[in-house]
């Protein structure tokens, strides 16, 4: 066990001697307690999204249209993983890759997430992936805030169906639209936030592609892991 541990704190660019700088186990702090939008958008079939089944929420995200981002898409981008997953992680948006795979986290990306999570033990089978946005906005520009209003309903569903124990959250945009702010992500992590009325756990780290263009932050990203780990054990 110690030599798998290693082996993925390697994959991190990390060694497992190294220790957290810092003071220990930071507080855990109330959160921004966003709450959803509701889920109260109705499809053509008439049911609102907070009453679909995954099949049918599979369905009506295949076909969405409810924003501009449906002419550009090659295909949308549901989400994977297993459908009652203690861990959800959550993204921004596909990029060219996972448009044209229709699979969130796939590539360099998706290898270093996977290697994230096996750090902390999990397997990417074991949890479920997925991103706010389930089109990918073109050449990977920042979405808008009526897309990706448009487009967090079907997030909101996809959890309540999960009933995740915790919610991590990868990237500044992922953590602005889930948790209603525009703080920093550096002043993000490290705290304990909640959404929805469920009052889901949720934990902000860095996203993979931002790790691997700045290494030198992986360390923080090990941290955050650690904490999520903890916040998810329940302590
Ligand atoms: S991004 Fe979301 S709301 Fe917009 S078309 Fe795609 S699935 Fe629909």
């Known amino acids: 066990m110690k030599a798998q ?5 390697q994959a991190l660019d990390l060694q497992p001697w190294m220790r957290r700088q810092g003071p220990a186990g930071a507080p855990q702090l109330p959160g921004g307690a966003a709450q959803g939008l509701g889920g109260a958008l109705q499809g053509p079939g008439g049911a609102a999204d907070a009453e679909l089944d995954w099949p049918e929420l599979r369905a009506r995200v295949a076909v969405c249209t409810r924003c501009g981002l449906s002419a550009t898409r090659t295909q949308t981008v549901f ?3 297993h459908p009652q997953a203690q861990w959800l992680i ?6 060219a890759e996972e448009d044209r795979q229709g ?7 998706g290898q270093l997430l996977n290697s994230m999570l096996r750090a902390v033990g999990l397997a990417r ?3 479920f992936i997925a991103n706010v946005l389930k089109c ?3 050449g990977n520009r920042d979405p808008t805030p009526t897309e990706a209003g448009a487009c967090l309903p079907y997030l909101e569903r996809q959890i309540a169906l999960i009933g995740p124990k915790i919610i991590l959250v990868v990237g500044r945009i992922a953590a602005h639209n889930l948790l209603a702010t525009d703080a920093p ?8 936030h909640v959404f929805g009325a ?12 931002y790790l691997l263009r700045t290494p030198t932050e992986k360390r923080k990203a090990w941290d955050d892991l650690k904490y999520a780990r903890r916040v998810a054990a329940g302590g």
Request: no cysteine; aromatic share 6%; proline share 13%.
């Open 5 to 9: 541990r290693r082996e993925y704190l």
């Open 79 to 81: 989400g994977v993983g």
């Open 90 to 95: 959550v993204g921004e948006a596909p990029g």
């Open 103 to 109: 699979e969130p986290f796939v590539g360099r990306a």
């Open 125 to 127: 089978e074991e949890v």
């Open 136 to 138: 990918r906005p073109p």
């Open 185 to 192: 992500l550096g002043s993000l992590r490290q705290r304990t």
């Open 198 to 209: 469920g009052r889901v756990p949720v934990v902000v780290t860095y996203h993979p592609a």
